[in-house]
């Protein structure tokens, strides 16, 4: 059975950080390209970041470079998301998802929920 478990989020004040994990189990996690997804409260699905399956390669929406770093290890199946510098806009379900740049960034998406998606963690920014 497919699974992928996010956790890490919580209340943070602006300007403070959090680091997000996705743990996967029932599929070969090294051979899939990963990514960071989140839903902002009432507004639709935004495509955060995609990571290789080497993780040499790295891919970020706009409002998140420089602030967010994607990163994984292969090694105990876990994709994780650093995110530095949060802003109230930051705020929102964040999801981790198998697939990446090339399944997320456009218009169509390769899958949206499912077995292919975690649950989410709930990541809150605010004073």
């Known amino acids: 059975e497919v699974q992928l478990v996010e956790s890490g989020g919580g209340l943070v004040q602006p300007g403070g950080s959090l680091r997000l994990s996705c743990v996967v189990s029932?599929?070969?996690?090294?051979?899939?390209?990963m990514s960071w997804v989140r839903q902002a409260p009432g507004k639709g699905l935004e495509w955060v970041s995609s990571?290789?399956?080497?993780?040499?390669?790295?891919f970020y929406e706009d409002s998140v470079k420089g602030r967010f770093t994607i990163s994984r290890d292969n090694a105990k199946n876990t994709l994780y998301l650093q995110m530095n510098s949060l802003k109230t806009e930051d705020t929102g379900r964040y999801y981790c998802?198998?697939?990446?740049?090339?399944?997320?960034?456009?218009?169509?998406?390769?899958?949206?929920?499912?077995?292919?998606w975690g649950q989410g963690t709930q990541v809150t920014v605010s004073s």
């Open positions: 998802a198998t697939g990446g740049y090339d399944c997320y960034s456009g218009d169509s998406w390769c899958y949206v929920g499912g077995p292919n």
């Open positions: 990571i290789n399956t080497g993780g040499s390669n790295t």
């Open positions: 029932g599929f070969t996690f090294s051979s899939y390209d």
